[in-house]
């Protein structure tokens, strides 16, 4: 399977602490992004990076990409309780043959911010 | 701007018949991609669609097929559903580009008993 993998599958922290999730994939990627989804209701797009980029910041985010080790990490710095949902990651494979939009998920974590 | 629209948003069906989702894009939006979610595969990639071509598509059995329309709007059929099919569909409409993100529908929830 071509699918990512993410670790932890769940995490649970308080209020104002921060979170961190990572992401590693199997293929060559154009660009790397991470989701929201709250509640098995549609996903949210939080942030993407390109395979060029290293690091990028939006907000309380934090994304870091590691090509050579085809891994990334999310950090949420000062969590809510409103952050509370399931984050995936999902790369843009490197398509040889032609354009491509799709995208391969990660496994996702399920991210519980206690109030 | 109005988001990606899925109908609809629950479906019950029983196993054998087919069904058909709908999805319409954001306005401009050429690209649409169909996913599907359960406990126990993940988000799976069905298939894209672009300018009314399919350009890529998952490792799904032929029950499951696509469509786009002129206007971008896309359907998606299954046909003879099976309890596996239990899941729920998501719909993603991008920008041209290489970079771009995924804006997704609400998805349908699709029960087969």
């Known amino acids: 399977s071509q699918q990512g993998e993410e670790d932890p599958q769940a995490l649970s922290i308080q209020e104002g602490e921060n979170a961190t999730m990572n992401c590693s994939y199997k293929t060559s990627i154009n660009n790397l992004q991470w989701y929201r989804q709250n509640s098995g209701r549609g996903l949210v797009h939080l942030i993407l990076?390109?395979?060029?980029?290293r690091e990028k910041h939006s907000g309380r985010l934090r994304v870091t990409l590691d090509t050579s080790k085809k891994s990334s990490s999310l950090l949420i710095t000062a969590s809510r309780a409103a952050d509370t949902a399931s984050y995936f990651c999902a790369t843009a494979p490197m398509n040889y043959g032609g354009a491509t939009n799709k995208l391969i998920f990660g496994t996702g974590t399920l991210l519980a911010v206690q109030p | 701007k109005a988001g990606v629209t899925q109908t609809p948003r629950y479906l019950i069906k029983t196993r054998g018949q087919q069904v058909t989702l709908s999805c319409s894009p954001i306005?401009?939006?050429?690209?649409v991609s169909w996913y599907q979610q359960t406990p126990g595969q993940g988000l799976q990639f069905l298939f894209e669609?672009?300018?009314?071509?399919?350009?890529n598509k998952g490792n799904f059995p032929g029950r499951f097929s696509g469509r786009q329309f002129s206007n971008s709007r896309s359907e998606m059929n299954v046909s003879t559903l099976e309890l596996g099919d239990s899941a729920l569909y998501l719909c993603?409409?991008?920008?041209?580009?290489?970079?771009?993100?995924?804006?997704f529908g609400q998805g349908t929830r699709l029960t087969v008993v």
């Open positions: 990076i390109r395979s060029n980029e």
């Open positions: 306005s401009g939006h050429r690209s």
């Open positions: 669609y672009f300018s009314e071509t399919q350009r």
């Open positions: 993603a409409s991008r920008r041209q580009g290489r970079d771009t993100e995924a804006f």
